[in-house]
């Protein structure tokens, strides 16, 4: 009989600068989040779509939004994938585009048409780690490393007992494993990749993209869908973006990095070990578009930094051809950063450190628009 997977299984999850969550108390510390400035006015309507990693947290940022305009403007946003939300956004189909992804090569080109001559800007706004998700009656707790998942998700190891995962584990169960992938492009898929070739020692020669290209397993659409198929499959494994691995009271598997074997710990998922890879992040964009390098999340040199944590953009124009649009979107990513991120780690993600919030906040300043006719204000 299968076991009901709690989820006080899972790390729970907040940032440094927060009160570790074992009570019903609200977080308090955040205070740029507090009386946080919002510049309502504009479209009273506007629509985003792509990234499905971060669909939870623009739950939140859709309520602050909706909180500090007075309920007067709204957002849609429309989880379809990193993929489709660029290509919309560069149609013209939507206002903005969340990408797990910044744009590059000719997307810059395209979008800069599509923004009317005006250049687009990538701006990280949620944070986020890759759980290593997994569905095994036996097993509570799973230790793996970048080289094992690089050989189970290119098919070379294919049962649980295998021994490159025996020798991480004391006792692993005589069953099948059931790869789950991201069938759709996918951001988290990119960056899963992208750990992957750089962690695995040479294990992972499938190469990186949006793409699942290990050949092996069975598809779902969103990390909605990938979670859901490891809930309803003994014996499966997946990545997925860590809200939907606390939605579905999903098991995360602890990670061996080249530091911490040194120590014998393997990683968890935490506030701590999460909230120390982000410090790692460094600004390669110009000026206002702040395109991050995460290479140094990868193989980290410290024992308990957890490696595979993931950045959601909104794609967004410099200037909008509408004046209208671009003072709606710059309210919403004004209430994004600012209220927005107050809660953030109770939907699996960690908020913007002070000092990166004031980065971004002063790119969203930026944002070339009209003032606002119609006297809201947050």
Known sequence: MKRNRS??????????????????????????????????????????????????????????FNTACKGQQSLTYTANGSGAGVNDFLAGKTDFAGSDIPLSGDQYAAAK??????DAWNLPVVFGPIAITYNLNAVDNLVLDAPTLAKIFNGSITRWDDPD?????????????HVVYREDPSG???HFQAYLQAASGGAWDKGTGKIFTGGVGTGAKGNLGTSAEVKNTEGAISYNEYSFAQQQNLFAAQIKTSASRKSLRPVRIGADTVGKTISNAKIVGKGDDLVLDLSGFYNPTQPDVYPI?????????????????????????????????????????IPLPPDFQSKVFGAIDGITSSPATNGLTG
């Open 309 to 349: 944590v993931m950045v959601t953009y909104e794609i967004v124009c410099s200037k909008y051809p509408s004046p209208d649009v671009g003072q709606a979107v710059k309210a919403f990513l004004q209430a994004a950063v600012g209220p927005g991120q107050a809660d953030l780690d109770k939907h699996g993600y």
């Open 188 to 190: 988290t898929t990119a």
């Open 165 to 177: 995962i025996a020798a991480l584990n004391t006792s692993m169960p005589p069953e099948n494993i």
């Open 7 to 64: 989820g006080a299984a899972l790390s729970v999850l907040t940032a440094a600068a927060l009160v570790l969550s074992g009570c019903s108390k609200p977080h308090t510390a955040l205070a740029y989040a507090n009386g946080a400035r919002v510049d309502c006015g504009g479209a009273k309507a506007i629509t985003a779509s792509g990234s499905s990693a971060q669909a939870n947290a623009m739950t939140a940022f859709i309520a602050a």
């Open 113 to 118: 048409q599509r923004c009317g001559g005006n």
